[in-house]
């Protein structure tokens, strides 16, 4: 395939650098390490086309909030001279020939998904770069996820060993398990052993709701918590059909001559 386009997830990437620096204050040793690290991430893809992804700096948790008043509430907010500083990461990314792309009312993660299912569409090779296993439920043979920190691809193998489902199944287990870092309950007393029973009888959340086969427990609490795992499903799924405004010959990568 002629085309690879590298998606950043960028705050996943920011932030997991920034934490692991000796000194949380010392940003320009972040904005260094984060510009070494890109640039790594660059010498081992080879990419014809890249765009790093940064998320609103609004707390509106948008139409997940909206489904579920509880999302992401008790998230950490971002050290404040990390996020005086993005500016100026951009700007060292920007010299390292990366363009960079803010989201707007809909989650960096809606967006990601849907530039790299459009391209991967095409048969192109997409690769996002991020430790976040929710994109785990867009993998295809054109689209993989590198988690770089643990040097491992976050791939079908991945998955069904983490979660015991298949990709397609991902948004159907966080629906009936949750997502304990996004406070998405789930279905209670339904953990991701149990989460991983039904979805090896069913092959997806709404057939779960209709399968007399099921333990007798799992259909009682499936009937008792349908509306609130439905809820869980659509806030666990990426969107994948948001108004990009731009397109690839935009995000052509091309490194300079001098580099970091």
């Not at 998955?159 to 309950?185: C, H, K, N, Y």
Request: glycine content about 6%.
């Amino acid at each position: 395939m002629s085309l690879h386009l590298v998606i950043i997830d960028a705050l996943n990437l920011i932030r997991r650098v920034h934490s692991a620096q000796p000194d949380p204050e010392d940003i320009q040793r972040t904005i260094h390490t984060t510009t070494k690290t890109l640039s790594k991430i660059i010498q081992e893809t080879h990419p014809t086309h890249m765009v790093a992804v940064f998320d609103h700096e609004s707390d509106d948790k948008g139409w997940r909030g909206k489904l579920l008043p509880g999302y992401k509430e008790k998230r950490k907010p971002m050290p404040e001279p990390l996020k005086q500083n993005l500016d100026a990461i951009q700007q060292s990314w920007w010299e390292l020939g990366l363009d960079s792309l803010l989201s707007e009312g809909d989650e960096a993660d809606d967006l990601v998904a849907t530039l790299a299912i459009k391209v991967a569409a095409r048969q192109e090779q997409v690769t996002i770069i991020s430790t976040d296993k929710g994109y785990c439920q867009l993998l295809s043979p054109t689209l993989r996820i590198r988690d770089y920190f643990q040097h491992r691809w976050l791939d079908t193998p991945f998955i069904e060993r983490e979660f015991g489902v298949r990709p397609t199944q991902l948004t159907d287990f966080w629906g009936l398990a949750g997502i304990s870092s996004s406070q998405v309950s789930g279905i209670p007393g339904v953990g991701p052993k149990a989460a991983k029973e039904i979805l090896t009888q069913c092959n997806n959340l709404e057939e779960a709701f209709s399968c007399m086969t099921l333990a007798e427990k799992y259909q009682k609490k499936l009937t008792e918590h349908r509306e609130l795992a439905i809820a869980c499903k659509a806030v666990a799924t990426l969107k994948t059909d948001i108004q990009l405004g731009f397109n690839l010959q935009d995000i052509r990568f091309s490194q300079p001559e001098r580099g970091v």
